[in-house]
């Protein structure tokens, strides 16, 4: 697509419920990212991956926090039993390359409200 | 660790000049990321310096010194929609680092009339 697209782009669950939040890249791009954003703060790495393969999951704060991205495209961030902590703007981004440089394009994200 | 600062808050006038400074301190770097965001929308981006020395581009211009760990960003003839936060990222360059891009927690710039 044109740019990065994300859905849903508003979600409020009920704790202890899954959430997926899906992510497509732009056409082509190698490298995607996902990253957390609290308001008046700077994204917050989550994970990124090169083509289908997860390269760092570090930034994933515990392990209800998943991500796949099967086919080297569309990506999805599955976050299990949320909690009202995991209440944030979740932004994924992508690039043409390994990171290295090339430029980083973010979505719109999408707003997850816990309550 | 990875530690990257800039300051919280800044506020100019119409027309002037305005520096935005980010020091860095990372495990590995290649490169440094300049973004400007405005409220609710995504970090768009503005410019990139992996080399040392000025790079322009238009009314924006970023500079970087790795051997300072320092970059700023300099805005030039400020209107009142460069009010906005602006994003100093640096992308890590070693072992699990490699290509994990480090935020900042933006300035936020505030340019009155």
């Known amino acids: 697509g044109a740019g990065v697209s994300q859905s849903p782009r508003y979600k409020v669950t009920k704790r202890g419920q899954d959430v997926a939040l899906r992510c497509d890249p732009i056409s082509g791009h190698v490298s995607l990212y996902w990253y957390r954003q609290a308001l008046g703060q700077g994204p917050e790495f989550l994970t990124y991956f090169n083509y289908e393969a997860q390269q760092d999951k570090s930034g994933l704060p515990n392990d209800r926090f998943s991500a796949e991205r099967p086919e080297g495209s569309i990506s999805t961030l599955t976050i299990q039993r949320t909690e009202q902590r995991d209440s944030a703007m979740y932004r994924c981004a992508s690039s043409s390359g390994g990171g290295t440089g090339n430029t980083i394009y973010f979505g719109e994200g999408s707003w997850l409200t816990v309550v | 660790g990875q530690n990257i600062d800039q300051p919280t808050e800044m506020t100019a006038t119409e027309g002037a000049i305005v520096q935005i400074n980010c020091t860095y301190q990372?495990?590995?770097?290649?490169?440094l990321f300049w973004y400007q965001q405005h409220a609710g929308e995504a970090p768009t981006f503005l410019s990139y310096?992996?080399?040392?020395g000025l790079e322009e581009k238009g009314r924006f211009s970023s500079f970087l010194s790795r051997s300072k760990g320092y970059s700023y960003l300099l805005l030039k003839e400020l209107q009142m929609k460069d009010s906005a936060s602006y994003l100093c990222?640096?992308?890590?360059?070693?072992?699990?680092?490699?290509?994990?891009?480090?935020f900042g927690r933006g300035t936020q710039l505030t340019v009155w009339p």
């Open positions: 990222a640096v992308i890590g360059g070693r072992g699990s680092t490699l290509g994990r891009l480090y």
């Open positions: 990372t495990s590995g770097f290649n490169g």
């Open positions: 310096n992996v080399l040392d």
